[in-house]
């Protein structure tokens, strides 16, 4: 079955960092993958995302690049501000039905 | 657009109660789904729609049953709630382009 494989958290930078947050995925076919954000009582929300290899997502300064060949879409931002403290979850959609496939989510806290 | 919404926001209940679990959407989405998130384990997927009158199982159903008799509306039961049914639930449609919208969340404490 399709599975994500986020890096465990939580992980703590301080501000303008630069931030990794590594995805890995298994999958049939060609998954559409995916990155959500989930501030603190809140639910998810879209951050970036991309439908085919090679592609990639940005957004708010967050980037990702679907790489087919090491099944990875890892979450990178150059300079990480205290606003973007919150969880990150890696997904992917593949396969029948389309169901969505959630990584584990990775905390991420910003210290002034 | 309000979106997703969802209500209550949080609910306390003992175990063997019932309560519903009450998701909308006014984006005309065909697809709705309904996750738990516990901590540690993501967000998994109890039920889903693809559309009116149609529903089916996701990874973790048991304890739960669901209906979509509208476009717009997809309430999950608990039919006899228990401790292990404690978590955080979301509701969730798909719009174009396979982007989900989720609803802010339903904090249950079962007793």
């Known amino acids: 079955g399709n599975s994500v494989t986020q890096m465990e958290g939580p992980v703590t930078l301080s501000e303008e960092a630069f931030l990794t947050i590594n995805c890995t995925y298994t999958a049939t076919g060609y998954p559409s993958l995916f990155w959500y954000v989930q501030y603190p009582g809140e639910g998810l929300q879209l951050l970036l995302k991309?439908?085919?290899?090679?592609d990639k997502g940005s957004n708010k300064g967050f980037e990702a690049t679907y790489r087919k060949e090491t099944t990875s879409f890892h979450l990178e931002k150059g300079s990480v501000q205290v606003s973007d403290s919150a969880v990150y979850f890696c997904a992917l959609i593949s396969g029948g039905y389309q169901k969505v496939t959630f990584g584990t989510g990775t905390k991420l806290q910003v210290i002034p | 657009n309000a979106g997703v919404t969802q209500t209550p926001k949080f609910q306390v209940l003992k175990t063997g109660q019932s309560m519903t679990l009450q998701c909308a959407q006014d984006?005309?989405?065909?697809?709705m789904s309904w996750y738990r998130q516990d901590p540690g384990m993501g967000l998994r997927l109890i039920h889903y729609s693809v559309g009116a009158g149609i529903t089916d199982q996701g990874e973790v159903p048991n304890g739960y049953n669901v209906s979509r008799s509208t476009t717009e509306d997809f309430p999950l039961r608990l039919l006899s709630a228990a401790p292990s049914q404690t978590s955080v639930y979301f509701c969730?449609?798909?719009?174009?382009?396979?982007?989900?919208?989720f609803g802010p969340g339903t904090r249950l404490l079962v007793l």
């Open positions: 984006m005309n989405h065909e697809y």
């Open positions: 969730a449609s798909r719009g174009p382009q396979e982007t989900q919208y």
């Open positions: 991309a439908t085919k290899a090679d």
